[in-house]
């Protein structure tokens, strides 16, 4: 009896879960919407949600490739940044969280070729505002970015920002 009892429980709570996260958008005459229901979007607990993305600041140290694999992980990649606004939206959530701005890796690298500048997103690479005197590729190999917009050797451990589409 107590299993069938834990059963029906288990089984009311997915069902109230599932329908928590759903809501049904309004009928329009002429429109066939007989099966219209919308998940609602929104970040997972912990994340920051931005212009249709989300955000999570990492604070445990790693290498860019393995924040990147990190990243991977939780469905996203480091994140790559696309205005002003959204660097500053960041910069604040980073702040926050730590009360201090420290060194943060984010998605731009150009180890495959020297200047030419990628994020690991896939999406254009269109950076503007580079820290002064930036990108340098200091004493060669600093081909990976930090939030601060500066280049920055690859393997060194830092906390990361991750990104994926609400």
Request: hydrophobic share 35%; charged share 15%.
């Amino acid at each position: 009896m107590k299993m069938l009892t834990v059963s029906l429980l288990v089984c009311a709570m997915m069902a109230l879960t599932r329908a928590a996260g759903e809501y049904c958008s309004e009928l329009r005459p002429g429109k066939d919407q007989s099966h219209a229901i919308k998940r609602a979007a929104s970040c997972p607990s912990g994340w920051t949600a931005y212009n249709g993305r989300c955000f999570l600041y990492v604070p445990t140290e790693m290498t860019w490739a393995d924040a990147e694999k990190n990243c991977l992980y939780h469905g996203g990649n480091l994140a790559s940044v696309h205005s002003f606004e959204e660097h500053h939206v960041i910069q604040s959530m980073i702040l926050k969280l730590t009360h201090a701005y420290p060194l943060t890796w984010i998605g731009g690298s150009d180890a495959q070729q020297e200047g030419t500048w990628f994020w690991s997103d896939g999406t254009a690479f269109r950076l503007q505002y580079w820290a002064p005197g930036q990108p340098n590729n200091l004493g060669s190999g600093q081909h990976c970015l930090l939030m601060n917009f500066g280049d920055h050797h690859c393997s060194y451990r830092k906390a990361s920002v991750c990104a994926k589409k609400q």
